[in-house]
């Protein structure tokens, strides 16, 4: 009658952190590679699947191949639905498609569909054909929806009661049918079309009398999530909205599935952390992935770079007279190009972020580039004021002083101008910002950086 | 016996994409700016308390404050919960103390604690002094947490029972007991002394028969929070057991609080959306934030990048002679320093990444410092190449494409050390590594940029 879930139990391998003392790991480690598997299974006994999981991704690919087959039947599904995508991925190739199968029947069909999503196409219909025939129409329907939707991310196993029901004939519903599934939160009301007309929070059944009817007793204002909706945004509904659980609906309305929160939860996390290794360049940035796949992401990331720079050294090259002339315009014109680079960096995170949560809309989008423009004329004006002292420190020529001053006021507007309209562009175009936008801002912050600070000089015909 | 949440309804101002139809918040501008009050309030009247929240983002500071006044009583607690804190602090500003008091008198102990929590002292103690006595107590107790720990974002309304009911007990409390909290998930079990020993999520009781002991059917793991603990960490371990909720318990063991949730969700969304903008310099980023205080959070990150850019250019200048015998040298000069400052950005998003979702531990250090050196090898050695056959084609001189080719290699190797060190030093003395990697890791790679180009450049005695 009791369920239990072994989160951190007292005597716990894992430190206050939550994470693992590093000497457990090491006797893992040890066990695995002495081929000890009564000892590693004894070890990991009082774990939870989510830290089991955890030790997984703490290992070399070769050890965690050793750590599945010493655990056997204890490398659950529970195990694989916590674990890493790259890690799972890792591992499955090393099973056979039926003891893929055994593990994803455990699953409800959100955790199934993620580990089986990622197989290749003749990889997953082995899979499929091992799986019970109910459980392999879910897993097929669920994959007939576009990736990262709400159609994979939702689970099938839901309560669904009509609205002429009382609040008692749920509650013996529930109780008469140990089969149903009992992860949720809240009952969803449905007309004879199954269309949703109402949910009731448990917390609500359990505070209503038996004999109250469910259409008096639910709430009929519910967020329902199209189940072709995208991922991220379910999860700025969930977040916006403060659900628990959502009916997922198709385009006839009716009712298909439930996405809960916990779900969620792991893609907020995911596209939020995701945007900053985008924007760097470095993709997904997950230190799992494998070696090859990660170098190919960065590298095409740094040729395209490789060629802006290549741009802004032609800049550069047009004005190999006048620093020829004047050696200093060399050593300070990183300076300008280097500051507008972080002041454009500066104003395109910011609305890289603005974008991705729905704070930055058609309604305020003048207001943020005004605010942004007089951001970047503050700073210019700041940083201006400082460069040309420094200089006029140094070199005691007013008229480089003077120079630099103007290039750096310039650069920092070109700066705040390409860090809000190249994002906000981008996202017009229906291209994700975090993934582009550095690469254009910073080839302009750098070329304008270069070219009004040699051109300036140029123009006043330094050296004087 | 209903409650009503109106998310979103059919004939609804807001798009397909949840945002609000421009043509919305211009009649919303248009009646604010005619001061028609009624009219502002029938457009408003079918809002969910988030898009309301939403729409005051929308505003300029002048008519947010026009449209608290024309919304009145409609501007409640659950509206100031959901807004943005910046747009909230705007508003409260306005409002005198008793008005706080009884808007943060409707709240859960949570939300009233971050409306309190941001208030001048003296403002914080006359709202404190307008408050019921009870629920001044219960704040005043959260207050005494540290900032952004698990004291602050738990709400004492919760549902505790002792063991030794059964489970019919806790149906006949809940429904005996119509003041109790309605947001809850699951029921506490606690011991004499308050302290939890067990848990039962609502779908359990459900489906649970009446007559059966608590002690049978509650589930005795579960995650309990210390309430000293860091928000951070208290989203990371909701994330990782796939929390619900949570009950928070003091320094003896006692049960104090629980955790919801719906209040992790937007601490996950805004740890892991600042670090992309903490990372530039340009703090929590937030386009609600007064312009001064904007202003002055990126400034002071420009005017160190400002140092350090100094720094460089001092080791440019050097090598003055060599370049001003060659100054394709100049040309070329900025290449290898970018080139090695977005190898150098990747690593540092990766690492920074990794240390923020505690996948990067004691553990695999070694091993994904490896993993990083090696990818810097591949990427220099592609980008030397490259560049080195690049400037043959251009300027036909094998020795200044062999000196190019190799600073890239030895800035590459730069970036992917200071990449993954810097943010792994940091963490270890306890300085977020979001915040002040980026200005080491650029500071490396332009200073070793310049120098190992250059000094390769002078050491082989270029011009040839």
Redesign the interface.
Known sequence: ?????????ASSPLAD????D?AF??AIIEGLDEEDAAHVQELVEPL?P?NIA?LF??L?SDRRRRLAAALGPRLDGDVLA?M?DWVRDDLIDALAPHEVADLATQLDTDDAVAIIEDLEAEEQRAVLRAMPADDRAAIEAALSYPEESAGRLMQRELIAVPEHWTVGQ??DY??EN?E?T????EVFVVDPGHRPVGAL?????????RW?PVA????????LIPVDMDQE?VA?????????SAAVVDSSGRLVGMIT??D???I??EE??E???R????GD?D??RP?LE??KT??T???V??GT??L??GV??LF?DT??RL??L??????V???GG??G??????A???L?????????TI??IT?EL??AI??GF??GV??GL?VYIIYREPELSGVIAAAMVINNLIAGLSGILVPLTLDRLKVDPAVSSAVFV?MMT?IMG?FSFLGLATLVGLPG
């Open positions: 009658m009791t369920e239990t879930v072994d989160a951190a139990p952190d939550d994470m693992f590093p790991v090491d939870h989510a955890d991704e703490l070399d916590e890493n749920i509650i529930l109780r140990p149903l009992t992860d949720f939160w929070k448990l917390s609500w059944i359990l505070r209503t009398p109250v008096d007793a639910m709430q009929r204002e519910q967020t945004e700025l509904r969930f977040q916006k909205y403060a659900l628990i929160v916990d969620v939860v792991h907020i996390q939020a952390g945007d900053i290794t924007l760097s360049g470095a940035g230190i799992n070696f990660t170098v960065r590298q990331w740094l040729i770079n490789l720079a290549l802004a050294s550069v090259s190999q620093i020829s050696v200093a060399a050593v300070l014109m990183p300076i190009a280097s500051m972080n002041a960096t500066q104003t395109m995170a910011v890289v972020r603005a991705a949560t729905n704070q930055l809309t058609q309604s305020n207001r943020t605010r007089r951001i503050a700073n700041t940083l400082l460069i420094g910073t750098d270069f």
